[in-house]
Structures are given as C-alpha cells and as structure tokens.
C-alpha cells in the first residue's frame, strides 16, 4: 500500500504539471484537476472539469455537483463527505472551454482524450476502484462494454462490469448532472438515475459486509 500510495503521488504531480493538450494547441493554458487517495470507496469520472472546478481544483463544486450530492445522499452516503470519500478523474483533465455554439461546455476532441487516456489507465491501475461510477455519455462510451450501441435511456439504470487488470469491477453509468441538457427534464429518466443510485447503494453495502 505505501508503495502504491508512493506512485501515485508521483502520478499526480506528472498529471498537474501535464501540458500536452497546449503543446498540441487544443487549449490555451493546462490546469489539470486531480484529487483522490487510495482506499476510496470508488472512483468517478465524467468528460472534462468545468471552469469553476479549473480555478478552485475541486471538482463538482457548482450547482452540477449540488445535484450529484443528492443522487448519492439516495445511495446512502453522507454529502459533506463526498469529496473526500471518492476518487475524482475525467477522460481529460483541464477545463476545454465553452462550446463554439450553443450553451455548456465544449466536448473534448477523441485526440484530446488519447493524449490524457494514459494518466487515467494509470491512476485505475494504481487506486484499483471497487466501483466506478461514469458521468455523462462520453465517460459510459469509454467503460460500459458496447455503450457506443445504445441509447443513455437503456444505460443509466444498468450496471455493466469489466476487467481492469485487477478483477472484475462493477460500472454505474448515470447521466451528467448538468443543467444545460434537457435529459433530466423527463421523470421516466429522473427514475432511472433513482435505480441506479439504488444499485450502487447495494453494491457498497455488499462491500462493506464482505
């Protein structure tokens, strides 16, 4: 464990001094947002940081991370614990700025993403996650086998499982708790974040019995 805990600090020194996204001229300055420990209770990853979390480097500390809280209060977990009790990564690390058309934030390129996909394998490998929670589309098409086929109806309200090189790990894919899309709007999709919050509450508790 205190090796592990070792590299991983290494690992996140290299992830907030990562400039690769500006060297390519993807965006204008790097400020990577990085937290988490070993030990979490899992591991959540979303699509990029929002501008809020890029100055504060506290990921989900706007009105998004207000809504996610309360799915997690319903899975049985504490709030104002929530910070410190989950793992915080994304398939890119700094704020990509806003969308060119259109409300919200702009999608990272596939190239972005390769160029920050090997500090997220590696930061899996080294935190081993129990569970990992996928916030939004793009996070359930890079971790749920065969997501790219269907709909984000048919995935929130699953859970998938896959092989991480350290065993068989549950995914949980829930929709990105931002106020710009209108997925959320409609209570047959609001019930499936409940299932699905009710599935990761049982897989922690499973977990904690074991």
């Given at each position: 464990m205190d090796d592990r805990a070792t590299r991983l600090e290494t690992l996140q020194q290299s992830i907030r001094a990562c400039t690769r996204c500006v060297d390519a001229g993807f965006i204008p300055v790097a400020n990577p947002v990085v937290r988490g420990s070993l030990g979490m209770r899992g591991m959540l990853i979303g699509q990029?940081?929002?501008?809020?979390?890029?100055?504060?480097?506290?990921?989900?500390?706007?009105?998004s991370g207000k809504l996610l809280r309360s799915w997690f209060a319903r899975a049985g977990l504490d709030p104002e614990r929530f910070l410190d009790d989950w793992y915080f990564a994304a398939l890119t690390r700094c704020f990509p700025g806003k969308a060119a058309h259109g409300p919200g934030d702009r999608v990272p390129s596939r190239a972005e993403q390769a160029l920050c996909r090997p500090h997220l394998d590696a930061e899996i490998a080294l935190v081993q996650p129990p569970v990992i929670v996928t916030l939004g589309r793009h996070a359930a098409d890079t971790f749920v086998p065969g997501a790219r086929?269907?709909?984000?109806?048919?995935?929130?309200?699953?859970?998938?499982?896959?092989?991480?090189?350290?065993?068989?790990?549950?995914?949980?894919?829930?929709?990105?708790?931002?106020?710009v899309g209108r997925w959320l709007n409609d209570p047959a999709?609001?019930?499936?974040v409940e299932r699905a919050m009710d599935d990761l509450g049982g897989i922690l508790a499973k977990r904690a019995q074991a």
């Open positions: 990029a940081p929002g501008p809020r979390a890029e100055h504060t480097q506290t990921p989900w500390s706007g009105p086929k269907i709909s984000l109806r048919d995935l929130v309200g699953s859970v998938g499982s896959v092989d991480l090189g350290y065993g068989m790990v549950p995914i949980v894919p829930l929709p990105h708790p931002s106020g999709n609001r019930a499936l």
